[in-house]
């Protein structure tokens, strides 16, 4: 079940930032405006990103090398033949995070499945 990081670091000039985290599960990065209305978003889980940056979703993997150490950043990469996405794989991200993400803010909730619904081609 993602829950939220209280403490998390804000950057001056930027928006705000909120984290949930789930150790089993996704890892939900989500930028807010001054209204806490969602603006951009990172969700992670396993090796697979969603990065939703101005407007444009995109999907990269991670070679997995900071795993289990806090220091070592995991580095995105475009994804490789295997790495592709089937539409069990899409069902399996939308029924894993809707379910994991029950108990946070419904907004970031609806702002994340919609983005993702069209990068599916799910619409």
């Known amino acids: 079940m993602l829950h939220e990081i209280a403490k998390v670091r804000q950057y001056k000039n930027q928006p705000k930032r909120r984290w949930f985290y789930d150790p089993d599960g996704f890892d939900l990065l989500v930028w807010v405006d001054d209204k806490d209305k969602p603006i951009d978003f ?4 396993s090796n697979k990103v969603f990065t939703y940056m101005k407007c444009k979703l995109t999907y990269s993997v991670t070679d997995n090398a900071g795993r289990g150490y806090w220091w070592m950043a995991e580095i995105l990469q475009q994804p490789s033949q295997k ?25 970031i909730i609806n702002f994340v499945i919609e983005r993702l619904l069209r990068y599916f081609n799910w619409e």
Not at 42 to 45: A, C, I, T
């Open 83 to 107: 790495d592709r996405l089937t539409k069990n794989d899409e069902k399996e991200i939308l029924t894993n995070f809707r379910k994991d993400a029950k108990d946070i803010d419904p907004i």
């Open 42 to 45: 990172q969700l992670s889980f």
